[in-house]
């Protein structure tokens, strides 16, 4: 029995095989290499042609195009090495010194007192009451 399932199932996949290789073959009988080689060049040309068309639409004009680049660069350095002498030269701003001063003229710290906020009439009143009720 396992050998007629076995042989059943080679069957199969042999007639799979066969209906694919046909359709392969259809298809490629429908498509030509010659065909092929012939989109893919036409695909480059197009790609050729939009770079050449970028690279017009991105070339400096009017007065943008009479800038150098080199000579915008040099000119850049030179001020920013003026900018930097100048900063060179001007005195430098020292701190102010910092003054003494004595302990006892110095902030304290608040104490646990000074920063509990007080008690509402309403707190005190239960603070009242809890004092009795612990008579």
Do not use: H
């Amino acid at each position: 029995m396992i050998m007629l399932e076995g042989a059943k199932a080679t069957t199969e996949t042999v007639a799979a095989l066969r209906t694919g290789a046909s359709a392969m073959k259809a298809m490629q009988k429908a498509t030509n290499i010659d065909d092929v080689d012939k989109t893919m060049d036409e695909i480059n040309e197009q790609t050729e042609n939009m770079k050449q068309i970028q690279e017009a639409l991105a070339a400096p004009i009017g007065a943008a195009a009479d800038f150098d680049e080199d000579e915008l660069e040099a000119e850049l350095e030179e001020l920013e090495g003026a900018e930097l002498e100048e900063q060179l030269l001007q005195p430098a701003v020292t701190a102010p010194a910092a003054q003494y001063t004595p302990a006892s003229q110095q902030p304290t710290r608040p104490t646990a007192q000074q920063t509990r906020p007080r008690n509402t009439a309403e707190e005190d009143e239960l603070a009242a009451l809890q004092a009795e009720m612990a008579l």
